[in-house]
């Protein structure tokens, strides 16, 4: 059986991707969703490391012999190669959720360059003054999450981050991708890697509801999820 392992932000939690989850498991398919803080941060190792050790730690108990669906959101984009490659299974394809796709050396700050060049200047200047982001409110999300506790909980699991996280540049593996990709947009946010996705052939699904639509409706987000697998013969 394939396992789908939903990752998601590291600026965020896995409570992003529980409803999605929690659906696909009602209808039989094998789930899981690591934690990427639970083992805490360490000064010493560079943050993409901690976070895709920590994603590979929680399918350490999946059989080695089935493979399994790597399926990003937002930020945990850039992380799907090195997640990959240290994972035991063998990968059935990979699935971008209003994410970045990854490019080899770049840093999160420079995929935010070509995704919103109007964001940098601010962001910059934010995380230079030795502040974190995101700094997300209530308010802040209201529109994108109208439930009230779903976006509580969201912003319970925020995960703010410095300077250091934005800029190390992340790796790509050579030879990425090894398996098939595919791309569901949530938002016009997004425009520019869901072009990159058509531009190399992947299927895209554009819904234009929401970054955080899986919190609205994630019975819309799960069908979506599955189309775009079965597209690409992930089962």
Same mark, same amino acid.
């Given at each position: 059986?394939?396992?789908?392992?939903?990752?998601?932000?590291?600026?965020?939690?896995?409570?992003?991707?529980?409803?999605?989850?929690?659906?696909?498991?009602?209808?039989?398919?094998?789930?899981?969703?690591?934690?990427?803080?639970?083992? &805490?941060? !360490?000064?010493?190792?560079?943050?993409?490391?901690?976070? #895709?050790?920590?994603?590979?730690?929680? =399918?350490?108990?999946?059989?080695?012999? !089935?493979?399994?669906?790597?399926?990003?959101?937002? &930020?945990?984009?850039?992380?799907?190669?090195?997640?990959?490659?240290?994972?035991?299974?063998?990968?059935?394809?990979?699935?971008?959720?209003?994410? &970045?796709?990854?490019?080899? &050396?770049?840093?999160?700050?420079?995929?935010?360059? #070509?995704?919103?060049?109007?964001?940098?200047?601010?962001?910059?200047?934010?995380l230079?003054?030795?502040?974190?982001?995101p700094?997300? =409110?209530? !308010?802040?999300l209201?529109?994108?999450?109208?439930?009230?506790?779903?976006?509580?909980?969201?912003?319970?699991?925020?995960?703010?981050?410095?300077?250091?996280?934005?800029?190390?540049?992340?790796?790509?593996?050579?030879?990425?991708?090894?398996?098939?990709?595919?791309?569901?947009?949530?938002?016009?946010?997004?425009?520019?890697?869901?072009?990159?996705?058509?531009?190399?052939g992947?299927?895209?699904?554009?819904?234009?509801?929401?970054?955080?639509?899986?919190?609205?409706? !994630?019975?819309?987000?799960?069908n979506?999820?599955?189309?775009?697998?079965?597209?690409?013969?992930?089962?």
């Amino acid at each position: 059986m394939t396992t789908i392992a939903f990752i998601h932000s590291p600026l965020l939690g896995p409570f992003t991707w529980s409803l999605v989850a929690d659906a696909l498991r009602q209808r039989g398919w094998a789930v899981v969703v690591p934690d990427l803080h639970c083992e &805490g941060v !360490e000064a010493e190792r560079p943050y993409h490391q901690q976070h #895709a050790q920590n994603a590979v730690k929680a =399918t350490q108990d999946l059989p080695t012999d !089935e493979p399994v669906v790597l399926v990003a959101h937002s &930020g945990a984009g850039p992380l799907l190669p090195a997640i990959g490659q240290q994972l035991p299974q063998s990968i059935a394809a990979y699935l971008f959720v209003d994410a &970045g796709i990854p490019h080899a &050396g770049l840093s999160r700050l420079d995929l935010l360059a #070509a995704e919103l060049p109007e964001a940098v200047p601010h962001l910059h200047k934010l995380l230079t003054s030795g502040q974190r982001w995101p700094q997300w =409110t209530n !308010e802040d999300l209201a529109g994108l999450i109208p439930d009230a506790s779903r976006r509580q909980k969201l912003l319970t699991e925020l995960t703010p981050q410095p300077l250091a996280f934005f800029v190390e540049p992340i790796p790509v593996f050579p030879g990425w991708p090894d398996a098939p990709c595919a791309y569901l947009q949530l938002s016009a946010s997004y425009d520019y890697s869901a072009a990159e996705a058509r531009q190399r052939g992947w299927p895209v699904i554009r819904l234009d509801e929401g970054h955080f639509h899986m919190l609205v409706d !994630e019975t819309a987000v799960a069908n979506h999820i599955i189309q775009l697998l079965t597209q690409l013969a992930a089962f």
